[in-house]
């Protein structure tokens, strides 16, 4: 580079090194910086969207030409080099090859096209993707960490493709803007390739990145009997731990994580499991539901056991089922008025039965087993 104090277009050349976490200001930009002949280079880079591919081409040590750049005086020997809108990196010489086996199994930024080519060996990756649709919001046991948390499911496309992709714990997250998601895990499930988020994940609001796919999440939602169901119960501490080994009839139960001992009666009873349903016409539907579907159409008591649980869903009369991706995101009594209905709808219409009304059209089997009255969900901000 040279000393010319007039800010020019230029190109760069060497290795990028010390890329750095994209930078949330009001203008979102990262640094790096950029090792040629002896000498090194500050870039500032106000291209957030080309984080990844500065991050690749850093891990796979290639030399990189940066066009178009501004490039000010040189200070106290360091030159400032600016990476605006009108410039671009391109890889000269890619030495990927010698170092990727040796390199350890760090996050890749990938297109969603490419991703859903690969193999099905779990791996690490980075996306920038555009939310489609919220899927539905459920709870469950992270595996690593033995904790029972709230997750999203969205649909994110990119301009490659989509996939389903859970978000663990509440985000900021809006349908219709544009993220850069860090070190999402693959999930492999019935030979379908979706995403999750981990505990590395960084989650950040990026610019748009152009058209994404057109996405056809197949939301559907009609009159089914329940003909079958595999509920399953699982047991919580107050921290929201799994408590594997809790017996009812016992006064207390230890969780292992908090190492702390609990009255049975403060662990929580979560419920779940997949109904095989079938429609008015057409093949029989297995769908998973979660605790707080099956809490909005059935009243559970705090020691209901598996038989009560079943039994309970074995008296619901037809209901009108709402399911995208195998999962049941809404259940509600059918009644004329709504067959029409698709999860589509707004928020609202998401609502949980009145429970006064609607007693009479449960009929528990066992009025002891069940509270007299479906219990209310908790949480109005879900769904
Ligand atoms: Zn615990």
Known sequence: MDQSPVKK????????????????????????????????????VFRPEEHMQFKNA?????????????????TN?????????????????????????????????????EL?????????????????LEESKGNNVVRDRRRYLPNTVYTVADSTGFISLTVWCQKDINVGKWYNFTNLSTVQFKGKTT?????????????????????DVPIESMKCDI????????????????????????????????????????????????LHLKPEAGEIIRARVEDEVIRSVIAVKSDASQ?????????????????????????????????????????????VMEPVEDLNDFSPPDPGIFSSQPQKRKSTDRF
């Open 9 to 44: 277009l230029k190109t760069a050349h060497g290795h990028l090194c010390n890329v750095s976490p994209l930078k949330d200001s009001k203008k979102q930009y990262f640094e790096a910086s950029l090792q040629h002949e002896g000498e090194c280079s500050d870039v500032m």
């Open 58 to 74: 850093e891990k796979i040590r290639s030399q990189v030409t940066l066009h178009n750049v501004i490039s000010p005086l040189k």
């Open 77 to 113: 020997g360091t030159s400032k080099v600016y990476y605006t809108h009108k410039s671009s990196i391109s890889c000269v010489r890619d030495l990927g090859h010698a170092f990727r086996n040796t390199l350890p199994a760090e996050a890749q930024g990938i297109q969603l096209s």
């Open 116 to 132: 859903l080519k690969l193999d099905q060996k779990p791996k690490r990756v980075n996306i920038n993707v555009k939310i489609i």
């Open 195 to 215: 995403l999750s988020t981990t505990k590395d994940t960084n989650i950040l609001n990026i610019p748009s990145q152009g058209t994404a796919v057109d996405v």
């Open 227 to 274: 003909i079958g169901v595999n509920p399953k119960r699982l047991f919580i501490c107050p921290g929201n731990h799994e408590l594997k080994d809790l017996i009812l009839s016992s006064p207390s139960v230890y969780c292992v994580s908090c190492k702390t001992h609990y009255k049975t009666t403060a662990s929580i009873m979560k419920i779940s499991g997949r």
């Open 307 to 351: 038989n009560d649980i079943l039994q309970a869903f074995m008296a619901l009369p037809t209901m009108q089922i709402t399911i995208c991706n195998n999962v049941i995101v809404k259940m509600e009594k059918s009644t004329p008025q709504n067959t029409l209905r698709t999860g589509m709808e707004s928020q609202t219409s998401l609502a």
